[in-house]
Structures are given as C-alpha cells and as structure tokens.
Nanobody, 125 residues
Framework: QVQLIESGGGLVQAGGSLRLSCAASGRTFSTYVMAWFRQAPGKERDFLAAIRWSDGTTYYADSAKGRFTISRDNAKNTVYLQMYSLKPEETAVYYC??????????????????WGQGTQVTVSS
C-alpha cells in the first residue's frame, strides 16, 4: 500500500513557473518509477514526465521537454516537477503516480499502481 500526496499547485500567470511536489508513504520499497500526469476538464489523462527510482533515468512528453524537469529525493521518497513558461492550455489537475513494474512503458498510465488525489494548476491569460 502506497499513499501519494501532491502539493504546490495554485494560480499562476501565463509564462510563470510552478514547482509541484509528491510525497510517497507506506510500502515504497517496491517503487520502480514515479511519474506526473495531468488531466484537463473533459480530456483524458496525459503523461508528462517519469523518473526511474533506482538510477534517475527520466522520460518526458514532447509537451514537457525543455520546459519541465522531473527530479527525486530518495531519502524523502519525494518526486518534484519544476515547470517553466506555463501556458493557459496547461490548466489541469496534476497527478502523481507510482509504478512497480519494470516491463511496462513509463509513458503509459497502465504502468502505474498508485495515484495521488491531484493538485490543481490554473494558468491565467
């Protein structure tokens, strides 16, 4: 059992920056990968970024590459998403996820076993 709590969301102006945090607790020893997804109203949940827990290998969606950075703090069982140059279209609920399988693609939601409740990010124009 793993519990995930996201934080750091809020209101930001277009072009601004935000840093999201996700703290994991419980049986985190089985964690293979942690990721960030987002879901805008009326749309599907989209992959943003992932990080392999053991060696820090990262994966990014095209929309996130160059502007977003995922990182981890192993001692704190926490993953971060630093976001720059935010756009109004990126207003969404941002979710943290944990996966235990090494045989599923990190960019797919099917790779993840646990999800946080999400944190709202609103980008104003």
């Amino acid at each position: 059992q793993v519990q995930l709590i996201e934080s750091g969301g809020g209101l930001v102006q277009a072009g601004g920056s935000l840093r999201l945090s996700c703290a994991a607790s419980g049986r985190t020893f089985s964690t293979y990968v942690m990721a960030w997804f987002r879901q805008a109203p009326g749309k599907e949940r989209d992959f943003l970024a992932a990080i392999r827990w053991s060696d820090g290998t990262t994966y990014y969606a095209d929309s996130a590459k160059g502007r977003f950075t995922i990182s981890r703090d192993n001692a704190k069982n926490t993953v971060y998403l630093q976001m720059y140059s935010l756009k109004p279209e990126e207003t969404a609920v941002y979710y943290c996820a944990v996966g235990s399988s090494s045989y599923k693609p990190p960019r797919s939601a099917t790779a993840y076993d646990y999800w946080g409740q999400g944190t709202q990010v609103t980008v104003s124009s």
